[in-house]
């Protein structure tokens, strides 16, 4: 323990490098005792320098997580870390957990932010929430409308896109028509594509064959192919079975495409599914629930 008052000392020396070893310090060892997180807020309204910012945006998941979005919303006030490799992410890292908990200060501080990676991850997270609680999506979408910088709304859109990436369809979000709107009088080719897509989601929602494609392309992206799969296997045709056989051995997929073996009974996949369950410990629990769904597996 290198003991507070020295901690404090490295605080105020005034030099960079050890401001920085200061907060990962004062993170360690005092981050849940009060006070801490005004510490490290009044220190962020000093606009310090970028070494010290990225310390206090690692910092961010080691205090209370009710104290996170306000030390957030200072950090991502810094226009030049819009384009730094890290600082964005850790600021995410630090304030993930929070968004779902505290949704309406997820929203301010989404709109409020000069990072766009960090608006974008905020709605991605949001939205992945949609159908249980679709009122944060509506007041984010009303807010990025409103706001002057149209670089918010499509960050926006363009993490709720992500958010619903493999999706069949998506209950539309009672704003989405003044969304619709805003597009039309917009500029930007790339806004109107993110919301004619979406618009596709919220109405008679995405084409068979283009959910198939998601979950059979490799370099989509994971939520978006796991994702494809549960909204396929909500209607488990008989021609998904070989895909699913197929798909119990992808890292990314296979376990939905085994728990989707539950809804199919055919002499041979109790011992796939016994396979699976050898070659992954992680998820054996999703392959012992399949194996115990059907008598001719349980046996």
């Known amino acids: 323990d290198f003991g507070r008052e020295n901690i404090e000392a490295l605080l105020a020396s005034g030099d960079e490098p050890r401001i920085a070893m200061g907060v990962r310090w004062f993170a360690e060892d005092f981050g849940e005792d009060g006070g801490t997180a005004k510490r490290f807020l009044a220190l ?4 310090p320098d970028g070494l010290v910012r990225l ?3 690692s910092a ?4 209370p997580l009710e104290e996170r979005i306000p030390l957030a919303s200072v950090l991502s006030q810094v226009v030049a870390d819009a384009d730094d490799r890290q ?4 600021i995410w890292y630090g304030i993930s957990e929070a968004v779902p908990a505290f949704p309406e200060a997820a929203v301010e501080l989404a709109i409020d932010s000069k990072l766009p990676t960090v608006s974008r991850l905020i709605a991605r997270r949001l939205a992945e929430e949609i159908e249980e609680n679709p009122d944060p999506v509506n007041d984010l979408l ?4 409103a706001n002057a910088d149209p670089g918010i709304l499509s960050a926006v859109l363009t ?3 992500e958010a619903l990436g493999g999706w069949s369809q998506a209950p539309k979000p009672a704003v989405w028509e003044s969304i619709v709107a805003a597009g039309n009088e917009s500029d930007s080719p790339g806004l109107k594509d993110r919301i004619r897509e979406l618009s596709v989601l919220f109405g008679d929602g995405r084409a068979r064959e283009e959910l198939l494609a998601i979950a059979a392309n490799l370099e989509a992206d994971p939520g978006a192919r796991r994702s494809a799969l549960v909204h396929l296997l909500r209607q488990p045709d008989v021609d998904l079975l070989p895909l699913l056989k197929k798909w119990v051995t992808d890292k990314v997929i296979a376990p939905e495409a085994v728990r989707g073996l539950a809804l199919y009974e055919e002499k041979g996949l109790s011992a796939q599914i016994l396979n699976f369950w050898t070659r992954n410990p992680i998820h054996r629990p999703v392959a012992i629930d399949t194996l115990v769904s059907r008598a001719s597996y349980a046996s």
């Open 44 to 47: 962020a309204k000093d606009a």
């Open 55 to 57: 310390e206090l945006a």
């Open 60 to 63: 961010l998941q080691r205090i």
């Open 87 to 90: 600082q964005p992410l850790m």
């Open 142 to 145: 009303t807010k990025a409308a």
């Open 159 to 161: 993490g709720i896109g």
